[in-house]
């Protein structure tokens, strides 16, 4: 199954248009997150993805990120296969630190 894939440009602009909208879930590992993570992101480590499948299901897609866009994607197969609608985050949170943009850091409350 192809897992559809969508640039940092394209986050930022569906995070612009309608923020309540946008379910991304970052999938790194917590020390990762805490020291910077796109603003809004929930954290759900990827070794724990397949725990989560029933609440990750929902309206519209669920955007998943990491640093590269490595993780994400094995994390978009993974829930595609259950019938999530996935879409990798190419570059990551790389790729949107690179960019200039807001990053957010310490735990999900933040």
């Given at each position: 199954m192809a897992i559809r894939e969508i640039s940092v440009d394209e986050l930022a602009a569906a995070i612009a248009a309608d923020p309540a909208k946008v379910r991304l879930v970052d999938?790194?590992?917590v020390h990762e997150y805490e020291n910077g993570h796109v603003p809004g992101a929930e954290l759900v480590v990827l070794a724990t993805?397949?725990?989560h499948v029933e609440e990750l299901h929902g309206d519209g897609?669920?955007?998943l990120i990491c640093k590269s866009g490595a993780r994400s994607?094995?994390?978009?197969e993974f829930?595609?296969?259950h019938g999530v609608d996935a879409v990798n985050v190419a570059g990551g949170t790389t790729a949107w630190t690179l960019s200039g943009r807001?990053?957010?850091k310490g735990d999900q409350s933040s």
């Open positions: 999938v790194r590992e993805v397949p725990d897609p669920l955007y994607r094995r994390a978009a829930l595609a296969d807001e990053v957010a």
